[in-house]
């Protein structure tokens, strides 16, 4: 069965920190890409960052770039979303996906993920 699941989401304030987890199981990891994927009240569903499991080839939103980085620990079957220099617009659930891959660039549209984790909220206030 396959299973992702976020951790590492919270309350920070503006300016902090915060690092997404997502474990993944259930399937062959290297053969996919993990998107990091938000989405705020009242909003669409935007991407914030993939990763290329294998070739470990990585895209970010121009919200994200600078800010965030995202890696993987793919002994581990994990995904990390590091968020530095929070801001209240980065308010939002955060949810890590999977995708099979047939290249080795991640897709950053949310309709290409085959796979879904519950969500983990990110809360950005003072």
């Known amino acids: 069965e396959v299973q992702l699941v976020e951790s590492g989401g919270g309350l920070v304030q503006p300016g902090g920190s915060l690092r997404l987890s997502c474990a993944a199981s259930g399937f062959s990891f290297d053969d996919y890409a993990i998107g990091w994927f938000r989405q705020a009240p009242g909003k669409e569903r935007e991407v914030v960052s993939c990763?290329?499991?294998?070739?470990?080839?990585?895209y970010y939103a121009v919200s994200a770039q600078g800010r965030f980085i995202i890696s993987s620990d793919n002994a581990k079957n994990t995904v990390y979303l590091q968020m530095n220099s929070l801001k209240p617009e980065d308010t939002a659930v955060y949810y890590c996906?999977?995708?099979?891959?047939?290249?080795?660039?991640?897709?950053?549209?949310?309709?290409?993920?085959?796979?879904w984790g519950p969500g983990a909220q990110v809360t950005v206030s003072s």
């Open positions: 990763m290329s499991l294998r070739a470990k080839n990585t």
């Open positions: 996906a999977a995708d099979y891959l047939y290249s080795t660039n991640c897709i950053p549209w949310d309709y290409d993920y085959d796979y």
